[in-house]
């Protein structure tokens, strides 16, 4: 059952902070409720096991994916187990509705093995194809859309991805000095998506995920009921809204890494961008992590988050019914390159308390960074 968050503190109008009596409805345990995800422990007993398949670079690790059997059915109670030797694996990968399934690379090295595409939200699409496998409902579109520039879509429930990286590599050539491909730029159209997450006990473990503007998207899934996920001990490095969604994630003992050199002198970076239902009282949490940034991040020139007013044009905002991300960072390392919450998507300006008011806490945090 969600968890309503009670009003801001009156402190702090730009970095409202808990007290101690709202931090406790926002921990791991509260936001994971009845699932237990399986330990590290638990998982390297898993790398032990013999494999049910092994994809090797070269070969298509789709194909390994196809091969498990859909949700519901297969032999009770198994976790169907692929292993990615390591290399890099080019082309989008979806695994949708499948039984419970754990995608393994090389436990200590996640930089090994490599999942990555390249592209982008305006990118044309071509006819009669779809923007990505898990959307076939997208042939007919003309560009390929937020969602469908995804490296990796995961839309089941009860899946592992562990001891691996997931990249778009869409903007690289920016950094490069190349110039944005057609139709994006520093005003949109450059959202390039490494992993979208769209389901329930949804557990990653030492992996990396790499991008620029929408990184990771931590989204409810198609099923209904709770869309809880869990990123531990691993790394998202983005510099616009790089982790964003309207899920129950949880990041913990994690690096949230804000990159250099794509955006324009001046126009400035974002880390957390939730899209929360007004009736939902847990979104992103982030928790025991640090937030570090690439050389070349100024100081104070990255904010901490902003609240994605999903589909709100800006000036229609509604309480109550429009969405109003929810993010808390707590107990984290903040590094000098952060400043306060900034104005949601539809211009809504950041404010702690009133009717408009964002649901974006900070609780105990350290570091240059944080609230003095």
């Known amino acids: 059952m969600a968890l309503l968050l009670t009003a801001a503190p009156a402190w702090g109008t730009t ?52 091969r498990v059997p859909a949700a519901g059915s297969g032999p009770a109670g198994k976790r169907w187990l692929i292993r990615l030797a390591p290399g890099l694996y080019r082309g989008p990968l979806c695994l949708q509705d499948k039984a419970p399934l754990a995608l393994l690379g090389e436990p200590g090295r996640p930089e090994a093995v490599r999942l990555v595409d390249g592209r982008y939200n305006a990118q044309p699409l071509p006819p009669g194809r779809p923007a990505h496998p898990c959307l076939p409902a997208s042939v007919g579109a003309a560009t390929h859309g937020t969602a469908g520039s995804s490296s990796v879509i995961v839309d089941t ?4 991805l562990a001891h691996l990286s997931i990249v778009n590599d869409a903007l690289d050539g920016v950094r490069a000095g190349q110039g944005y491909p057609a139709g994006a730029g520093e005003t949109g159209g450059a959202q390039a998506v490494a992993l ?43 510099d616009v809204d790089y982790v964003f969604g309207d899920a129950t994630l949880v990041i913990r003992h994690s690096t949230l890494l804000a990159r250099a050199g794509r955006r324009a002198p001046g126009e400035g970076s974002i880390t957390l961008a939730p899209s929360t239902a007004a009736g939902q009282g847990q979104g992103l949490l982030v928790t025991h992590s640090r937030w570090l940034a690439e050389p070349g991040v100024p100081p104070a020139s990255v904010a901490l988050g902003r609240a994605w007013d999903a589909g709100v044009k800006p000036g229609s905002w509604q309480a109550g019914t429009s969405p109003n991300g929810l993010a808390v960072v707590r107990d984290c390392e903040l590094g000098a390159h952060l400043k306060a919450w900034g ?28 609230l003095r």
């Open 343 to 370: 104005a949601s998507t539809a211009r809504r300006p950041f404010a702690a308390d009133g009717e408009a008011a964002n649901r974006l806490f900070e609780y105990r945090n350290t570091g240059p960074g944080a």
């Open 157 to 160: 429930q009860d899946m592992v």
């Open 15 to 66: 970095r409202p902070q808990l007290a101690d009596a709202q931090a406790a409805h926002h921990t791991e345990a509260t936001y994971l409720g009845d699932w237990q995800p399986l330990s590290a422990q638990d998982l390297a007993r898993l790398a032990q096991q013999a494999p049910d398949f092994v994809v090797r670079p070269g070969e298509s690790v789709q194909a390994a994916v196809d």
């Open 196 to 238: 979208t997450l769209a389901g329930d006990r949804l557990l990653l473990h030492e992996v990396q995920l790499w991008g620029h503007q929408d990184t990771l998207y931590a989204r409810r899934g198609h099923t209904p009921g709770p869309a809880r996920q869990l990123l531990r001990d691993s790394l998202v490095a983005g």
